[in-house]
């Protein structure tokens, strides 16, 4: 059981990245999921989550991200995204990808099952 991230950079304010997370050894449409960061000297927060509806996911965004950054799952891919555009300074940090442990999208760390390594985002002039 595995999820992989990646997609994570170095990139300037107002730019864009796409984060991937692809899961192995289990089926990551039966579970919700999510985006954590952790900046430096921070702690974690849930950036966004997606519960398992196919017709109408419900879906989360903390307030900074808002109207920037997209969350998608592809189950067919076994995987999920961030897209995240208009990138500020404060956007840097250390990005996780989650599964829960049920099918019902939560911004507490402590329901999350399985955690991907993390890619570094960085945004910098």
């Known amino acids: 059981v595995q999820l992989q991230a990646s997609g994570g950079g170095s990139v300037q304010p107002g730019g864009s990245l796409r984060l991937s997370c692809v899961a192995s050894?289990?089926?990551?449409?039966?579970?919700?999921v999510a985006w954590f960061r952790q900046a430096p000297g921070k702690e974690r927060e849930a950036v966004s989550c997606?519960?398992?509806?196919?017709?109408?996911?419900?879906?989360y965004y903390t307030d900074s991200v808002k109207g920037r950054f997209t969350l998608s799952r592809d189950n067919a891919e076994n995987s999920v995204y961030l897209q995240m555009n208009s990138l500020k300074p404060e956007d840097t940090a250390v990005y996780y990808c989650?599964?829960?442990?049920?099918?019902?999208?939560?911004?507490?760390?402590?329901?999350?099952?399985?955690w991907g390594q993390g890619t570094l985002v960085t945004v910098s002039s």
């Open positions: 989650a599964s829960a442990r049920s099918a019902w999208a939560s911004t507490s760390g402590s329901d999350y099952r399985y």
């Open positions: 050894g289990f089926s990551l449409g039966d579970y919700a």
């Open positions: 997606i519960d398992t509806s196919d017709e109408t996911p419900y879906y």
